[in-house]
Structures are given as structure tokens and as C-alpha cells.
């Protein structure tokens, strides 16, 4: 069965620095990736997926992420950090409609 | 478009009542789910509707627990009787066209079983 392992709980970081976030999956075939990002009170919002094709994926809000198969990972970057980045993020690995969550990274932006 | 429609936004009830959810899709698209969301078990499917018709509901967690998809427009999540173990988030999605779509969430119920 598919899973998604996101290995922070919570990161801190400054306004204005760059953002890593980790995200590490299991799957047998070519996998579906998401990540997610849900504010306090709201629900999901999609910020960028990777199904094919290049491995270096553009998202909204400035977002990318990198899919790597050699390492099972799809970390998602940040350059600059805005205070409105401040939320949790998940990582998410879909096996046909069916999408499989990580626990979750809570981001808190510091000014 | 107004995005997923969920209602209530804030339930609170006792342990042992009904409980119903209920979630407008984005008209158009074809595939609803509902999502549970807890401190505990982080973000769990529970069941998914194609074209109206159930086809995934391994994730519900026991009989308590029914989902219905009428018309392409509504769906209800119920839970009878609640227990406060159910106290979670529960959002509803939608999506269209092939697996790797985007899903739309709703803002989600917070439900609280006392």
C-alpha cells in the first residue's frame, strides 16, 4: 500500500529565508505526488502535483518541488518565506483516486 | 463558482445522537470524497462516490458510520449513533476528469461528540 512519511512536525523559519520541507513516499509504480496546503479554519488547497514528464515542478504562492525516485522523495521549496506562508503543509501520494496524506509539517514564519 | 459547500461548519453534539454532514460539490465535477481529520490519524479517507455511486468506502470506520450521494449536487455523512471518538474535522472534496486532478476541499465540519 502507498504511504507518505513527512519527517518534521514543525519547522520554524524567518521572513524572508528559504523554506525546505521533506517528504518521503512508498509506492511500487510511478507514483501520483501532491503537496497540499491547509491555513488555520480552511481546508486543502492545492499547491502543486507531479504525475510524468520533468521532475522539477512549478506550483502556486512560489512554491516548486523536486521528485526524486532514486530517494523516494518529493521535497517541496521554498525561496523567501512570506508571514502568509505560515500554515501546515501535506504531502500526499495518490494510487488512482485515491490520495494517501502525511501527517503533516507545520510552518510557523517568524518575523 | 463557489468552491466545495459544507454544513454545518461547527457541530456540537451528545454522544449517542445523530449526526449529519452535508457537502455541496463544484457542479461539473464527477467524484466526491469525504475525508476525516484528527490529531491522532492526521487526514483518512472514508469513502468516494463516482457519478453518484459509492465505489471505495473501505475507510469508514464501522457500521455507524453511512454515506449517500442522491443527485450530483448533495451528499450527506452520517453518524448514528456518535461517540465522542468521532469528535474530528471531516471534509468533503471534489474532483473531475482522471486521478491526478486536482480535489477541492471544502472548509470542512468540526464536530465535537460530548
Known amino acids: 500500500a502507498q504511504s507518505v512519511t513527512q519527517p518534521d512536525i514543525h519547522i520554524t523559519v524567518s521572513e524572508g529565508a528559504s523554506l525546505e520541507l521533506r517528504c518521503n513516499y512508498s509506492?511500487?509504480?510511478?507514483?501520483?505526488l501532491f503537496w497540499y496546503v491547509q491555513s488555520p479554519g480552511q481546508g486543502l488547497q492545492l499547491l502543486l502535483k507531479?504525475?510524468?514528464?520533468?521532475?522539477l515542478v512549478q506550483g502556486i504562492k512560489g512554491f516548486e518541488a523536486e521528485f526524486k525516485r532514486s530517494q523516494s522523495s518529493f521535497n517541496l521549496r521554498k525561496p523567501s518565506v512570506h508571514w502568509s506562508d505560515a500554515a501546515e503543509y501535506f504531502c500526499?501520494?495518490?494510487?488512482?483516486?485515491?490520495?494517501?496524506f502525511g501527517a503533516g509539517t507545520t510552518v510557523t514564519v517568524r518575523a | 463558482d463557489a468552491g466545495v459547500i459544507q454544513s454545518p461548519r461547527h457541530e456540537v453534539t451528545e454522544m449517542g445522537q445523530e449526526v449529519t454532514l452535508r457537502c455541496k460539490p463544484i457542479s461539473g465535477h464527477d467524484y466526491l470524497f469525504w475525508y476525516r481529520q484528527t490529531m491522532m490519524r492526521g487526514l483518512e479517507l472514508l469513502i468516494y462516490?463516482?457519478?453518484?455511486?459509492?465505489?471505495?468506502d473501505s475507510g469508514m470506520p464501522e457500521d455507524r458510520f453511512s454515506a449517500k450521494m442522491p443527485n450530483a449536487s448533495f451528499s450527506t455523512l452520517k453518524i448514528q449513533p456518535s461517540e465522542p471518538r468521532d469528535s474530528a474535522v471531516y471534509f468533503c472534496?471534489?474532483?473531475?476528469?482522471?486521478?491526478?486532478?486536482?480535489?477541492?476541499f471544502g472548509p470542512g465540519t468540526r464536530l465535537t461528540v460530548l
Open positions: 507531479y504525475f510524468s514528464g520533468d521532475t
Open positions: 509506492y511500487g509504480a510511478t507514483p501520483y
Open positions: 500526499a501520494v495518490g494510487d488512482d483516486y485515491k490520495l494517501s
Open positions: 462516490f463516482n457519478n453518484n455511486v459509492p465505489i471505495d
Open positions: 472534496a471534489s474532483s473531475s476528469g482522471t486521478a491526478y486532478n486536482e480535489q477541492f
